[in-house]
């Protein structure tokens, strides 16, 4: 029996296929650029889903849809850019319209319903299955950038009003931020050597957790000193310090929720909260040392 449908369920339908039509085309990009044979596989593997279910969406409206090429070089763009998993998640993200136009055809188109499920079940475990070293190596990239963050924000806050000297707050806080993230890296390195040892089994490779970790510091370090480097005024430089680190918590706390599906707004203000916290008891710190001591450079 043929289901006959409202020009409004049409409308919806011809959404929900567009969508689909762009993802067939995403993933089929992806999957020709990218040389891990497992990752490229899993993404054929959506594309084809994708497919399927434009096809089912075009049983009802009778009309061939051509891909939005402009968001398929843009999600093709991120993936490459900030990394697959990043990439496709964020793509799967942005659904939610795709999600209320399916709760307003269930009723009225039978196919609706499977094609949902599928959508929310099949496509999560195929992503999961996506292997990505960058996301493998989370753990030590957040070690590198919470010490540096908590650390060199704190110091950097300290040191400014009992220095008042942009030039030498910069200088010192390069020499704490680069020997610290050598520490830092040498402690995961160490760290991870030791859990080898322990449970008799590699997860993750030693050397490469070290780099991870070293990485992320001197790139926080780097942010964190800039304005000292760029500014006279050792007010201003503090202001775009701390504007900094909460842009740095912002974008690393926003990549890692959309890729391993985790609270953004939790770790975000809990991040921030922390690191303007120890920033502000430098700060007091750094103000009574110089009052104390009478220290004038």
């Known amino acids: ?16 296929q567009q969508d689909e039509i762009n993802g067939h085309h995403t993933y089929t990009r992806l999957a020709k650029r990218i040389k891990n044979e ?30 939005q090429m402009g968001k398929v070089r843009l999600f093709a763009f991120i993936s490459r850019v900030f990394g697959l998993t990043f990439g496709v998640k964020l793509m799967e993200k942005g659904e939610e319209a795709a999600q209320l136009a399916y709760s307003q055809i269930l009723d009225q188109v039978p196919e609706a319903r499977m094609v949902m499920q599928e959508e929310e079940i099949h496509e999560d475990e195929l992503l999961a299955m996506i292997d990505e070293e960058a996301l493998t190596y989370a753990g030590s990239v957040v070690l590198g950038l919470n010490d540096a963050l908590v650390e060199l924000t704190g110091a950097l806050a300290g040191l400014t009003f009992a220095f008042q000297n942009t030039r030498l707050i910069a200088l010192t806080g390069l020499i704490t931020g680069i020997s610290a993230s050598f520490s830092m890296a040498a402690s995961e390195y160490l760290s991870q050597k030791n859990e080898q ?26 942010a964190l000193v ?8 050792y007010v201003v430089a503090l202001a775009f310090t701390l504007l900094n680190a909460i842009l740095v918590i912002f974008i690393f706390n926003y990549y890692i929720s959309v890729a391993k599906d985790l609270n953004f707004r939790k770790r975000f203000f809990e991040m921030a909260l922390i690191s303007m916290g120890v920033a502000s008891i430098s700060f007091l710190v750094g103000v009574i040392v110089k009052n104390v001591f009478g220290i004038d450079i």
């Open 197 to 222: 040892t322990e449970e008799g089994g590699l997860k993750q490779d030693p050397l490469k957790s070290a780099i991870y970790t070293g990485i992320a510091y001197i790139v926080t370090v780097t």
């Open 226 to 233: 800039l304005p000292y480097l760029l500014f006279t005024s």
């Open 1 to 16: 029996m043929e289901t006959t449908i409202t020009d409004a369920i049409r409308d919806k339908l011809l959404f929900l």
């Open 38 to 67: 497992h990752n490229s596989q899993t993404l054929r593997k959506i594309a084809a889903q994708e497919m399927k279910h434009y096809n089912i969406w075009k049983k009802y409206t009778q009309r061939d849809l051509k891909p």
